[in-house]
């Protein structure tokens, strides 16, 4: 039985940050530029997408992110405010696949597909627990 009764295609979510200097390449490898960087981009997309399902998911679940095609098509200094979006495209059994876009109140910052997975958050928990006690 699918947990995604509700998800239908269509459905959307959203989320929004201001670029502060953590957020940029620079801050994590000088000599970079002081620019959102791909991976907070991807974080906030993946936000949109999480936020999107959430709402659908039994308690005690949440939603991982299993996959991912984006591209970074413009930079964005510190200080703008970037938002993120999701939309979903395919519902299945396991999985939902969103398209998800950026943008900087100028630009189209980035681009691209990304898919979610289901997982019962207290047996993940209890799993990575159980993975870490056997690390040497």
Do not use: C
């Not at 959102?36 to 991807?42: D, K, V």
């Not at 399902?53 to 095609?69: A, K, M, N, R, T």
């Amino acid at each position: 039985m699918s947990l995604w009764t509700n998800v239908i295609v269509g459905l959307q979510g959203e989320a929004r940050e201001v670029v502060t200097p953590e957020r940029t390449v620079g801050f994590r490898h000088p000599p970079m530029p002081m620019v959102y960087s791909t991976p907070s981009m991807l974080f906030l997309m993946e936000t949109a997408a999480g936020d999107a399902i959430q709402p659908f998911l039994p308690e005690g679940w949440v939603s991982v992110g299993v996959d991912v095609h984006i591209r970074h098509l413009a930079a964005t200094p510190v200080g703008a405010t970037v938002t993120a979006w999701a939309k979903v495209t395919a519902v299945g059994e396991k999985l939902v696949t969103f398209d998800v876009e950026a943008h900087d109140g100028t630009n189209v910052i980035g681009r691209g597909s990304h898919t979610r997975a289901p997982i019962e958050l207290a047996r993940f928990q209890r799993a990575m627990t159980a993975r870490l006690e056997q690390r040497p």
